[in-house]
């Protein structure tokens, strides 16, 4: 019996492109507005099968946890800046990355806030920064772990962002000097 060539790029290529047709769908859903956004709808959009979209993702919520996770990446092409070695600079570039994540698409971010799926905050680094900035002594005489903690996380937070810069009413870099503004507060 003759023996059958994979040709496993081929493979890895089809499972790559029915990856990002499903994710697409799910995209295009969320930002149409539609008030329920199931399995079965994302899977005609993207033109697979229901069970395809569960054995890619899990479930809906994996589905639109990686949805975040994708929206939320690196802009294509560009390269991360390497981090400061100064920790009050290494929080400056932080709220900049935050907010130049969160422009990149706010109508997704706000639909996946609606429906409860945006966990994009990193409490563990809110803390380890704050951490940091503690041991530098480069907080503000009174303010306590905690509450840096919860200032760099709401800073950082697309709630915030999306209050500033709603509706282009104010640019991306305009938004991010206000946070790094309001940093200062828990600053020395």
Not at 152 to 163: M, Y
Not at 177 to 184: E, F, M
């Amino acid at each position: 019996m003759p023996s059958r060539n994979y040709r496993l790029g081929r493979r890895q290529a089809a499972v790559d492109h029915t990856r990002a047709a499903i994710l697409k769908a799910a995209r295009d859903l969320l930002a149409s507005g539609e008030s329920e956004v199931s399995a079965g709808a994302v899977a005609q959009r993207a033109g697979v099968s229901r069970i395809t979209v569960y054995n890619r993702f899990g479930s809906k919520a994996g589905l639109l946890r990686e949805l975040a996770e994708a929206a939320r990446g690196a802009p294509a092409g560009s390269r991360p800046e390497p981090p400061p070695e100064n920790a009050r600079d290494r929080l400056k570039q932080r709220i900049a990355m935050s907010c130049s994540m969160w422009s990149a698409d706010p109508a997704l971010f706000r639909r996946l806030e609606a429906i409860g799926n945006l966990e994009m905050n990193a409490p563990s680094e809110d803390r380890a920064l704050a951490e940091e900035l503690a041991t530098g002594d480069q907080l503000r005489p009174g303010c306590s772990l905690k509450e840096a903690e919860d200032v760099i996380g709401a800073l950082t937070s697309f709630e915030v962002f999306d209050r500033l810069h709603k509706d282009g009413r104010r640019s991306t870099a305009a938004v991010t000097d206000i946070l790094i503004r309001l940093v200062s507060g828990i600053l020395a």
